[in-house]
């Protein structure tokens, strides 16, 4: 497994244009893609879960 601490400078965090650019981008690569902030974790593949972890 890997895994990279990351920091989202953007004041506003992942709403939806940065989602769908994350999104887009994993969706490139066949392995799962995770992250975790605060208790939440989301699947970097999806929208969706993306804006529900509420990443600011």
């Known amino acids: ?3 990279r601490k990351v920091t989202v400078k953007n004041p506003t965090g992942l709403h939806l244009r940065p989602a769908g650019i994350l999104c887009k981008e994993a969706m490139q690569y066949k392995s799962l893609i995770t992250f975790t902030c ?19």
Not at 38 to 56: F, I, M
Request: aromatic residues 0%; contains cysteine; charged residues 20%.
């Open 38 to 56: 605060r208790e939440n974790t989301a699947n970097a593949k999806s929208v969706l879960s993306v804006l529900g972890a509420c990443v600011k």
């Open 1 to 3: 497994m890997v895994s």
